[in-house]
């Protein structure tokens, strides 16, 4: 300023005459005494409506008292304020919402009175919906694609979406419960069914509901930016011809109020996911920058929707496998009786087993393979069936991890690393004749046992080395002798994973459940997954046994000597146990068997020979037992050969036979069905032998069973 008031004058009215701003002045009363109508935010504010007016008077499409209250802050504290920014309707009465950047200066007055206030005010819309636009696109890909989940990313961008861009937002996806495992490229074919999974607001009143099915009317924006796979903006009004296409599904966008909308494809790879949607009734119409706002997030959630598509094909593909890969049907044992529980949660590699094992004895099994998704099931169904096959070959528990350990070792070296962790397993052998119970476990959690009066029993399992690692471990087992109706559980870490809960209490919780120990074991393991609410967020396995003991009446056992003539004496002791078993039938072929058995076991092995027959479910079960440990095989005699067809009568005679070895001996067994067509003895032994080539001693046996 020049002093000079004519100087001064021009400049003000050059200022308030051709300023781009809105310029306001203010006398103490906070009465308009001057304005520049020309100015963008307030140009066709009729002079009257301002002039000796309160702002709150001509500014009615602002939060109301929010520009007073900005020039009461002035007033009480002497300081400009400057560049604060409000949104409102035009101070020109236009149905639009205005970006302003105010700011405010107070004016000196003669003596202590009020001062007057300048009001500078700023349209910065243009510039503040480029501001907003980018920081929607920010909050897409801030907040989009937190998880794998196809519900939770389109939940994710409707709510940056709304209300920052769009007064409402759906999200719809093509129906694909019936499509293979591949998409195919390009636009859907016409009348494909979509699905709604998500909407914003809660309250918004849109054409469909959530987790509704169905395609969209044709012809309409839908169908077309599903069939050109290009976004488009769309006014909505009464006169519209594609609202004709459903009246009644289109009614609520009418009744609403919405007035635009825009509808983009979600695409990802060429192939098509389903559509964004949005609508305004409240906010401005959408402009022609807003359809590349919708373009970007589109893109960025389609990027992410594809990603969970393909995990929610991968997890249900690798579940179906890990569920196939599964013990079938559990056969009903004497040694015990179990029920489980599988939750595939998360398509990983939990997996149980029960394994009928020679002896009446049987396998619990409980494993962890690292990892989620289809390798993991693959690996899972690999260790599984490596497990069963070692444990079916009769091998002490620490020597079967040590394999199986081998096995897991030469897995990781394959797909892994050399020295990975691969599974955690822990494996039980319940034998009901001794009632003994072997445990022993690789990385994995102990078992949990509960006596048959409810209390729990501290086993004391040492921990042995995750699966896989290799190195050649030592697994050392735990060997204990348990009552008849005494509980097993064996579990995976899922279970004990609950919202709220510490993992290291989980054995105590699982203990307290299992104390009602008459309680039907299924109902058991129901009750466990109840009170134990596993995470939904990982596999969870529990195999519950209540074990049982075989009778005394049910077993036979006697030790001979290490001496030829015992045979005879061995066929006769069997006699008169089958006959007090009423299995007479029987007596000829187990005979045979027994004379090959024990013949063997002295001609072949050690000290002296424990004899033992058992009679379960329809079968009979012969053990001979030896301190020899070198196993048996069965030879393909020669015509010249005068022996060596022991073994092969022994399982021509057998449904199964086999070897097993303890840590002093050995011990040959084999079964018999009592159920079915008893084998043919006479052709056993034809087939065996061959014309002037006999082993005498077989044929003495043989004879002497049948009583020639």
Not at 686 to 704: C, E, I, K, L
Request: contains cysteine; glycine residues 8%.
């Amino acid at each position: 300023m020049t002093g000079d008031p004519i100087g001064d004058a021009a400049v003000l009215n050059a200022l308030f005459a051709n300023s781009p701003q809105g310029l306001f002045v203010f006398d103490p009363e906070l009465k308009v005494t001057r304005y520049n109508p020309t100015g963008r935010s307030v140009r066709d504010l009729p002079a009257e409506d301002v002039l000796g007016h309160g702002i709150d008077d001509f500014a009615s499409g602002f939060e109301p008292g929010e520009l007073r209250s900005l020039i009461d802050e002035v007033l009480a504290t002497g300081e400009p304020l400057r560049g604060r920014l409000v949104r409102g309707r035009s101070l020109s009465g236009a149905h639009r919402v205005l970006a302003l950047e105010v700011s405010l200066f107070p004016l000196d007055t003669p003596g202590d009175g009020r001062p007057g206030l300048v009001c500078v005010v700023e349209d910065v819309t243009e510039r503040q919906a480029d501001a907003d636009r980018l920081a929607v696109l920010s909050a897409v890909h801030a907040g989009v694609g937190s998880t794998l989940e196809e519900r939770t990313t389109a939940d994710e961008l409707v709510r940056a979406l709304v209300p920052a861009f769009a007064d409402a937002a759906t999200v719809d996806l093509l129906d694909d419960s019936g499509a293979g495992p591949v998409r195919p490229a390009g636009p859907p074919p016409p009348g494909v069914p979509l699905r709604r999974v998500a909407f914003a607001p809660p309250t918004a009143d849109v054409s469909r509901k959530q987790g509704e099915s169905r395609s969209f009317p044709f012809p309409t924006p839908y169908t077309q930016a599903l069939n050109d796979l290009r976004a488009r903006l769309v006014r909505v009004s009464a006169g519209e011809p594609w609202l004709s296409a459903d009246p009644d599904g289109f009614a609520p966008l009418l009744r609403t109020g919405v007035h635009s909308m825009i509808v983009a494809p979600l695409t990802a790879r060429d192939t098509v996911l389903g559509l964004l949607t949005l609508y305004r009734h409240r906010t401005d119409p959408f402009e022609e920058a807003d359809l590349d706002v919708a373009r970007q997030a589109a893109f960025t959630a389609s990027v992410h929707l594809d990603n969970a598509c393909s995990y929610r094909r991968e997890h249900t593909v690798a579940a179906a496998l890990q569920r196939t890969l599964q013990p079938g049907r559990i056969p009903e044992l004497s040694a015990v009786e179990t029920a489980h529980v599988y939750l595939p949660e998360s398509a990983g590699g939990d997996w149980f087993d029960v394994v009928p094992l020679s002896g009446t004895r049987v396998a619990l099994v409980v494993g962890d393979v690292v990892g989620h998704g289809i390798e993991a099931a693959a690996t899972m169904g690999q260790l599984r069936l490596a497990l069963r096959t070692l444990a079916l070959q009769d091998l002490e528990t620490d020597e079967l991890l040590t394999r199986l350990d081998e096995v897991a070792a030469q897995l990781a070296d394959a797909s892994k690393g050399a020295g990975s962790e691969v599974a955690t397993c822990a494996v039980t052998v319940y034998n009901p004749v001794s009632r003994q119970c072997t445990m022993v476990r690789a990385g994995h959690p102990a078992p949990v046992v509960v006596d048959p009066d409810g209390s729990p029993r501290d086993v004391d399992v040492p921990q042995g080395p995750p699966l896989g690692a290799g190195g050649g471990h030592v697994f050392t087992p735990a060997v204990v002798e348990l009552e008849p109706g005494s509980l097993l559980a064996l579990y995976t870490n899922g279970l004990l994973v609950g919202d709220g809960h510490d993992p290291a209490s989980g054995p105590r919780r699982l203990e307290h459940i299992l104390a009602s120990t008459t309680q039907p074991l299924q109902e058991l393991c129901d009750t466990a997954v109840y009170r134990m609410a596993p995470s939904r967020h990982d596999d969870a396995v529990l195999l519950l046994a209540r074990t049982h003991a075989l009778s005394a009446e049910q077993v036979a056992d006697w030790t001979l000597p290490s001496d030829a003539s015992v045979v005879s004496t061995a066929r006769r002791l069997v006699d008169r146990q089958l006959a007090a078993w009423r299995l007479d039938e029987a007596a000829f072929t187990t005979g045979l068997v027994v004379s090959e058995l024990v013949t063997n076991a002295i001609r072949y092995g050690d000290g002296p020979v424990r004899l033992r027959l058992i009679h379960d479910r329809g079968r009979l079960l012969t053990e001979v037992t030896d301190a020899n440990s070198a196993s048996p095989h069965v030879r393909h005699a020669r015509e010249s050969d005068e022996g060596g067809r022991g073994l092969y009568i022994v399982m021509r005679l057998s449904t199964r036979w086999g070897v097993r070895h303890g840590r002093h001996g050995k011990t040959i067994w084999a079964e018999q069905r009592l159920d079915g067509e008893p084998p043919d003895a006479s052709a056993a032994l034809d087939a065996s032998a061959v014309p002037g080539a006999f082993d005498m001693t077989d044929v003495m046996d043989a004879m002497d069973a049948a009583d020639l």
